[in-house]
């Protein structure tokens, strides 16, 4: 079964976007507009409690290949390209998981979402000025990805940390990230023709000007 575009961007319409890199501000941002002007907020990975249940092998190998896990270690100590392909892949699965789930929110309300669904993808689905990227330097988000006190990011950390030999393993982990966050995919955003928003280390609080441009440009504000 395939939806043509224009019936997805129908039912999507109620539906705000922000994208981006690591460490850009995205999750900071959905939370903060979803706050202001009242809109359903759709966190980093929010439709995971339905893809991790009905994902199937066949349909979906790289969400699945988490199921198959006998130890974390193995997600941790994958060689850098691996880690990156799958990356993109996996959200490339689920950005089907994210998009029903987004229609089944957003009959009766406004939604704003924290996604990874692919730019090309939003360019079919999405109305322009519905989505916003947000990015970050590389630097950023691979030195200060653990940073964050997110159960998710400190429990990979005791996973490191647990290996045999975590400063190698650390460093491998890093080279992932560095090129899940190459300049390659900053283009492919800073390219991708949509509203975008730089964070800037200057060391001031931008967050509240940050939110003031993006709801000036959904149209919110």
């Known amino acids: 079964m395939k939806i043509a575009n224009n019936i997805l961007r129908h039912y999507l319409r109620n539906v705000y976007f922000i994208t981006g890199t690591a460490y850009a501000g995205k999750s900071t941002a959905v939370k903060m507009l979803a706050e202001r002007f009242g809109l359903v907020c759709c966190g980093e990975n929010y439709h995971a409690a339905v893809s991790d249940t009905a994902a199937e092998p066949d349909a979906q190998p790289d969400i699945c290949w988490l199921n198959s896990l006998t130890d974390w270690k ?16 996996a959200a490339r699965e689920a950005a089907e998981f994210e998009v029903a789930e ?33 990015l970050s330097p590389q630097s950023k988000s ?13 429990f990979l950390l005791s996973v490191i940390e647990s290996c045999d030999n975590p400063q190698a393993v650390m460093e491998n982990y890093r080279r992932g990230l560095a090129r899940i966050n190459s300049q390659k995919h900053y283009d492919e955003y800073a390219n991708s023709g949509f509203f975008t928003v730089v964070r800037e280390d200057t060391g001031k609080d931008t967050r509240e000007e940050v939110c003031d441009l993006i709801a000036k440009y959904f149209g919110l504000a």
């Open 142 to 154: 691979v030195e200060r990805f653990f940073d964050r006190n997110d159960p998710e990011k400190q």
């Open 74 to 89: 193995e997600f941790v100590t994958r060689s850098p390209e691996e880690y990156e392909r799958w990356i993109y892949s």
């Open 102 to 134: 987004l229609i089944s929110l957003s009959r009766d309300r406004k939604v704003i979402a924290d996604t990874n669904i692919p730019v090309d993808i939003l360019k079919e689905i999405a109305d322009r000025n519905h989505v916003a990227v947000m």
